[in-house]
C-alpha cells in the first residue's frame, strides 16, 4: 500500500488554522511582556526600585498571578495588566487602611476587570509573616483577589509558618508568593506562587 506523502486538504486547514492561532497567541504573549516591561521601567524611574519591600512586586509577580488567574492553555494570555497603584488608602470596617500595592487586571474576552490587592513584606523578624497575614485579613474584602509577597532573611521560617497558616489563608481566600532572595533588590529571585488566592465563585476554589 503506498504511504500517502500530501496531507488531506481538511487536515492541511485545520493545520494553517492552529499556525494562525499559534501565531496570535505569540502576538499576544509577546505584547503583554512588553506592558510588563514597561511597568518594571516606571518602578526604576520612580525609585520604588530601591526601596526593597516596595520593590518586591515587579513584573515577574504581576506575570505570575496572571499566569495563575488568567491564563488559558489553549488561548494563551487573556489579560492585560492595565495598572498597578502604590500605597494606597481605603476605608473599612470604620478604619482607614493602607494597601501596599493594587494591580488591575483587565479580562481580554469580556472587557470585565479584576483587582489584586498586595501585602508586600520584607523584613528581619521572624514575627513579620504573621504581621502580614493579619495585615492582609483586614485588607482582603476590598479586592478580587489578595497576595502577600513575603522575602527576607527569614524566607524559610515564612515557609515553615505558611505551613502552619496554610487553612487560615485558605479560609480568607488570601494567597501567599515568596521571593526566596539576596536582600539586594536587584537579585530577587523568581517568586514562587506557595497558595493561590481564591474568590467568590471561583470553580476550583
Given at each position: 500500500m503506498p504511504?500517502?506523502?500530501t496531507?488531506?486538504p481538511?487536515?492541511?486547514?485545520r493545520?494553517?488554522r492552529?499556525?494562525?492561532?499559534?501565531?496570535?497567541?505569540?502576538?499576544?504573549?509577546?505584547?503583554?511582556?512588553?506592558e510588563?516591561h514597561?511597568?518594571?521601567?516606571r518602578?526604576?524611574r520612580s525609585?520604588?526600585?530601591?526601596v526593597?519591600e516596595d520593590?518586591?512586586?515587579?513584573?515577574?509577580v504581576?506575570?505570575?498571578v496572571?499566569l495563575?488567574?488568567?491564563y488559558?492553555?489553549y488561548?494563551g494570555?487573556?489579560y492585560l495588566?492595565?495598572?498597578v497603584?502604590?500605597?494606597?488608602?481605603y476605608?473599612h470596617a470604620?478604619?482607614r487602611?493602607?494597601?501596599?500595592?493594587?494591580?488591575v487586571?483587565?479580562?481580554?474576552?469580556s472587557g470585565q476587570?479584576?483587582?489584586v490587592g498586595?501585602?508586600?513584606?520584607?523584613?528581619?523578624?521572624p514575627?513579620?509573616?504573621?504581621?502580614?497575614?493579619?495585615q492582609?485579613i483586614l485588607r482582603?474584602?476590598?479586592?478580587?483577589?489578595f497576595y502577600?509577597v513575603?522575602?527576607?532573611?527569614?524566607?524559610?521560617?515564612?515557609?515553615?509558618?505558611?505551613g502552619?497558616?496554610l487553612?487560615t489563608?485558605?479560609?480568607y481566600?488570601?494567597?501567599?508568593?515568596?521571593?526566596?532572595a539576596?536582600?539586594h533588590a536587584?537579585?530577587?529571585?523568581r517568586?514562587?506562587?506557595?497558595?493561590?488566592?481564591?474568590?467568590a465563585?471561583?470553580t476550583d476554589?
Open positions: 504511504i500517502q506523502t496531507l488531506d481538511r487536515d492541511n486547514e493545520l494553517q492552529l499556525l494562525s492561532r499559534r501565531a496570535e497567541i505569540l502576538e499576544q504573549i509577546s505584547q503583554l511582556e512588553e510588563l514597561r511597568i518594571d521601567q518602578i526604576y525609585n520604588w526600585y530601591h526593597y520593590a518586591l512586586l515587579d513584573s515577574s504581576l506575570r505570575a496572571g495563575v488567574h488568567f488559558d492553555p488561548e494570555p487573556t495588566v492595565k495598572d497603584r502604590r500605597h494606597q488608602y476605608k470604620g478604619q487602611l493602607e494597601v501596599d500595592a493594587v494591580a487586571y483587565e479580562l481580554t474576552k476587570t479584576r483587582t498586595f501585602e508586600l513584606k520584607l523584613d528581619n523578624k514575627d513579620a509573616f504573621s504581621k502580614a497575614i493579619e492582609a482582603r474584602p476590598l479586592f478580587d483577589y502577600i513575603y522575602g527576607g532573611w527569614y524566607i524559610y521560617y515564612a515557609v515553615q509558618m505558611a502552619d497558616f487553612s489563608l485558605s479560609r481566600g488570601i494567597g501567599l508568593i515568596l521571593r526566596p539576596d536582600i536587584e537579585h530577587l529571585n517568586p514562587i506562587v506557595f497558595c493561590k488566592s481564591y474568590r465563585g471561583d476554589a
